[in-house]
């Protein structure tokens, strides 16, 4: 209960429960499609605990050359550990064929860094997965920075009266619906996530953007800020977005005689118990991981918020598409004011 406690509001544990439920969603279609109509052939029942320790073993412990395709488990080589100091996973390991014709396979290990006899072999699990989802796999999280990451959900919602223009455009761009962007901690945004904003935000007087006119050059003008009202509504959901996440994280017995202090400076309040919290050594470890995902999860939040805020106070020194299309057409001077043409 007390890791789950220190786990509430995070995607850590909202990601668990979704693969619970699959599993047990998975587990119910091979109890009935397979266990049941051939139960002879298991000399015992089979459980959901049983089905899901082997898919934790599964998951955490299968070699593949492509991510979910062609797994395979091999013993003991499934015992070497990761170590977070090799930065590298090129050709760390691969399945190959004994010679030309042979249908025999053969499992070869390279590792990056000189090993001497006696030593431990190490080799780098992942180097794109998240602290959740070292957490998750393999059950411990790293202190690189570079692995603290929160995944932003953005949506086109179909109530959205422009909704098959904005999803045109959005898969014409490699998107789609919904699009998912991790943001990392100390790291500038997600190339792709500020023009997918502004494309979310487009209505009123800026609508004409999405006619089919400017279908092949609408990607190009949503890189830099459409409008001041487009801008700041992208920041205000943003914000509105980061606080709602932020207020999720439910505040341990401990910190409840604080709440009225942390109403006005949760931030600093909460990442201090965090961090207090992560530097005592006599932590369980499971206690440990959601101590550490959360405190990185919440740094990342603040981090996004602290981000659209600043940007929100910058709106009146903005350019924007009108400014930049008169600069176009020479009917803006140097000084920003606008020259009128009169015919002769």
């Not at 934790?56 to 395709?69: D, N, V």
């Not at 918020?305 to 924007?320: A, H, I, N, Q």
Request: charged fraction near 25%.
């Amino acid at each position: 209960m007390v890791v789950l406690r220190y786990s509430a509001g995070t995607q850590l544990l909202s990601t668990t429960l979704s693969v619970k439920e699959y599993v047990e969603s998975e587990f119910n279609k091979v109890h009935e499609e397979i266990l049941v109509p051939h139960h002879h052939v298991f000399p015992h029942p089979v459980t959901l605990d049983d089905f899901l320790w082997a898919f934790t073993i599964l998951r955490s412990r299968a070699f593949s050359q492509h991510r979910g395709e062609n797994l395979v488990l091999i013993p003991l080589a499934d015992l070497i550990n990761h170590s977070s100091s090799i930065t590298t996973e090129n050709s760390a390991w691969q399945i190959k064929g004994t010679g030309l014709f042979s249908r025999e396979l053969i499992f070869s290990l390279r590792v990056p860094a000189p090993v001497k006899a006696g030593d431990q072999v190490y080799i780098q699990y992942d180097l794109k997965k998240s602290n959740a989802e070292l957490a998750l796999d393999y059950g411990f999280i790293e202190t690189n920075s570079d692995r603290d990451v929160y995944t932003l959900t953005l949506e086109i919602p179909e109530s959205d009266p422009f909704y098959e223009d904005k999803l045109d455009i959005a898969e014409l761009n490699g998107l789609g619906t919904v699009a998912y962007f991790d943001v990392v901690l100390g790291r500038s945004l997600p190339e792709l996530m500020l023009p997918y904003l502004r494309l979310l935000a487009l209505g009123g007087s800026d609508a004409f953007l999405l006619e089919a006119l400017f279908r092949d050059s609408i990607w190009d003008h949503l890189q830099l800020p459409v409008s001041r009202s487009n801008e700041e509504f992208m920041c205000e959901v943003v914000a509105c977005a980061c606080q709602t996440a932020l207020s999720g994280y439910k505040t341990t017995i401990d910190e409840a005689s604080c709440f009225s202090l942390i109403f006005l400076y949760s931030a600093s309040i909460l990442n201090k118990v965090d961090e207090e919290l992560k530097g005592r050594g006599d932590l369980p470890p499971r206690l440990e991981i959601a101590v550490g995902v959360r405190a990185a999860e919440k740094k990342v939040l603040q981090h996004i918020l602290k981000v659209f805020r600043e940007r929100g106070m910058e709106l009146d020194g903005l350019e924007y598409y009108q400014e930049r299309r008169l600069k176009e057409l020479g009917l803006v001077g140097e000084q920003g004011e606008i020259i009128f043409w009169e015919s002769k």
